[in-house]
């Protein structure tokens, strides 16, 4: 008889630890508080108006890629890619700058902007090459449970020019003079959850991301991906429970016996948790069981949390792209805001997403779908009326920008903050992208895939190796199964 796994949750790590077990001959079972798949991936559907509430950019394809294959299936066979032309806009206090998909027009861009730029810029995608060569291909799919992991002569030797000891600020800076291309290149570090200043610069691998892989949209959007996630697990063999909440679980001996849920209890021989790591570790677990103290948990330099809104106008929305960065306030205020001195900040930048300029079916012909996002720091207070204040400050940013007011539009809308990730996520200080990938919070450094003292517990996931994203969370589910099957086979 194969062994049994019990998976909490069914975010993007869950269900590719769930294929790949399932695959390796497991008996999977997916146990989800929620009503649907995809954890923080949810999808929102409302008066004619189709939502991503998590996730809305599609990088780094090659793993999507790899994942299908271990199946010998295609993202193809699932869902539409389309690459965004251009990748997306960035909206500065004086003028606004396309980033194009094409990367010799890329380069006239930086010349453009700042003499000898486009040079400098060709060096650093070199560099940065090599970082994601090796990085995704010798780092990430590492279980990071031991050093030894780590003595590849190859690694070794490629080391200083990984650049894991210098700053991500300090890296670009080398290359490039303009505060403008300057903030173009520390953007993709906002994915991490950190500041440029505390990123090591390993992660320039991330602008070879946006720059040389793209920006992509599957149609009907990244709920798609779930969709297709959770389908090629089913054809695996994997049986889902939603609206099942792990209540509790009843130990023999070191290892867990049973998940008790809010309607039943299912009989397991492993355990992967692919629910928020502190909520298990710390309300789930009893204390002696428990990896890491309360003092460890609050000592983490966590991810921002975010203020979500997801409206459905009834206009058109001139001037914005499928992705709008507002990059329009002092970048330096507003981060120490989120990491140096917590508080709702004064004049915050934001992201907009409008995904019907790409796509007709999320919104009714003469409307739009827009998602609005500002990063805030985690265990901030959250009231409807500071909602409604910031609301207020997006509609007049737009108004300026766009030239309409959208608040006489609206058909739909709802907020989204730190209660609802703690409600919906059991997210820790309602962060939204879990721990930031500071040096100190890298690899061996994050909270392990492995319980030490449960004998049948691992955790996938945005708070385990490798890290927040997408990308690094169907890699984390990778990497989980793997261990399973090499300790449990």
Known sequence: MSRKVGIIGSGFSSLSAACHLAKAGYDVTVLEKNSGPGGRAQQLRQAGYTFDMGPSWYWMPNVFERFFAHFGKTPNDYYKLHRLHPSYRVKFKDQHIDLPADLQQLYDLFEGIESGSAGKLKTFLHQAEYKYEVGINKLVYKPSRSLTEFLDPALLAGLFKMDVFTSMSSHIRKFFKDEKLIQLM???????????????????????????????YPEKGMFEVVRAMETLARDLGVSFHYDQPVKDVVFKGKSIERLVTSKNEYTVDVVVAGADYHHIDQQLLPESFRSYSKKYWNSRTMAPSSLLFYIGLD?????????????????????????????????????????????????????????????????????????????????????????????????FKRSFAHRDFISDYHSFKGNAYGLANTLLQTAILRPSIKNKKVKNLYHTGQLTVPGPGVPPAIISGEVVSKEIEREFS
């Open 315 to 411: 206009c058109k929305l001139p001037e914005m792209l499928h992705h709008v960065l507002f990059f329009d306030e002092d970048f330096k205020q507003h981060a120490s805001e989120i990491y140096i001195d917590p508080k709702w900040p004064k004049k915050p930048l934001l992201y907009a997403s409008v995904t019907s300029k790409t796509d007709s079916s999320v919104a009714p012909p003469d409307g739009e779908n827009l998602v609005v996002l500002i990063p805030v720091a985690p265990g901030l207070e959250d009231t409807e009326e500071i909602r409604e204040r910031y609301f207020e400050m997006i509609a007049n940013k737009l108004f300026v920008f766009t030239g309409v007011d959208i608040r006489p539009h609206i058909v």
């Open 186 to 216: 520390e953007f993709p570090v906002l994915f991490l959850g950190s500041t440029a200043e505390s990123t090591p610069a390993l992660y320039s691998l991330m602008n070879y991301a946006d720059i040389k892989l793209g920006t992509w």
